[in-house]
């Protein structure tokens, strides 16, 4: 099944104990982002912290018990889209609850290599993110496996990873 408009939405506003996802690329080519990424390649940089839907829906889990997470799988250099991502979205999500860890394989042997962009949800609802070489996304399609190793995936990649604010204290992003 693809996963689009309110079906999606939904995913995000009606789990109950965790929404969590893993990011492999090192650039996201979505059209919503697109004008803001070039002010950010001229030199602008965005204040904050700001709120958004994003940053309300991880609050308002956060209050309820539940957990919006995810890891993104990097190396260095990172890539311009990166710096945008970490200074323009992921500063304000970690500060508003979002548990976002980075995996740094710089130098090292990437422990989820050919593993695939995707969430889950409670566990149970595997979501895969598919994407052109390029970052754009073509679809999102709903896993009709076992998710265990999807879990499995997420053990490692948070075993491996550091929180977010850690990794980029002393970073000029």
């Given at each position: 099944m693809f996963l689009d408009g309110e079906e999606w939405q939904a995913k995000f506003r009606d789990f109950h104990s965790e929404a969590w996802?893993?990011?492999?690329?090192p650039e996201y080519r979505m059209p919503q982002e697109a004008e803001e990424f070039q002010?950010?390649?001229?030199?602008?940089?965005?204040?904050?912290?700001?709120?958004?839907?994003w940053t309300g829906l991880i609050r308002e889990h956060r209050e309820s018990g539940s957990v919006v997470g995810r890891v993104h799988v990097v190396s260095r250099p990172l890539s311009d889209y990166l710096r945008f991502e970490f200074q323009r979205y992921y500063a304000h999500?970690?500060?508003?609850?979002?548990?976002?860890?980075?995996l740094d394989v710089t130098g090292r042997e990437n422990p989820l290599e050919g593993v695939q962009d995707y969430w889950i949800f409670d566990r149970e609802t595997v979501v895969l993110m598919n994407y052109e070489s390029d970052g754009?996304?073509?679809?999102?399609?709903?896993?009709?496996g076992d998710p265990a190793p999807f879990i499995e995936y997420q053990r490692i990649a948070v075993a491996e990873s550091v929180p977010f604010l850690e990794y980029v204290s002393?970073?000029?992003i």
């Open positions: 996802r893993l990011e492999t690329l002010r950010f390649l001229s030199g602008e940089r965005f204040a904050g912290p700001f709120e958004d839907y999500s970690a500060r508003a609850g979002e548990e976002i860890r980075i754009r996304q073509i679809s999102r399609e709903v896993y009709e002393g970073l000029d």
